[in-house]
Nanobody, 116 residues
Framework: QVQLVESGGGLVQAGGSLRLSCVAS????????MGWYRQAPGKQREPVAS???????SYENDVKGRFIISRDITENTLYLQMNSLKPEDTAVYYC??????????WGQGTQVTVSS
């Protein structure tokens, strides 16, 4: 299984940027997909972006052109560069990793707050 630890959240003004990081440890060689979800207060958790083991990326419509997902294989780290942040991006952001054998593993989440 995989253990995931996120960091990089915080408070930023609208229009600003943040970069989230997610360090993976454990059985990382079998990870097929990694990505980010977010959950705003009173709302369901929703997908944000993902990247496959071959490097293919996918984004939800409301973050396309603003967020960039990437990974550093040598550092076992997943990133989410968030630009042009809006108050509606405020949420707890969760990193996840999907493996065929173990299913989905989740990080503990990191809070992102965007002030208007």
């Amino acid at each position: 299984q995989v253990q995931l630890v996120e960091s990089g959240g915080g408070l930023v003004q609208a229009g600003g940027s943040l970069r989230l990081s997610c360090v993976a440890s454990g059985s990382i060689d079998s990870i097929k997909i990694m990505g980010w979800y977010r959950q705003a207060p009173g709302k369901q958790r929703e997908p944000v972006a993902s990247i496959t083991s071959s490097g293919a990326t996918s984004y939800e419509n409301d973050v396309k052109g603003r967020f960039i997902i990437s990974r550093d294989i040598t550092e076992n780290t997943l990133y989410l560069q968030m630009n042009s942040l809006k108050p509606e991006d405020t949420a707890v952001y969760y990193c996840y990793a999907y493996q065929l054998s173990f299913g989905t593993s989740w990080g503990q989440g990191t809070q992102v707050t965007v002030s208007s």
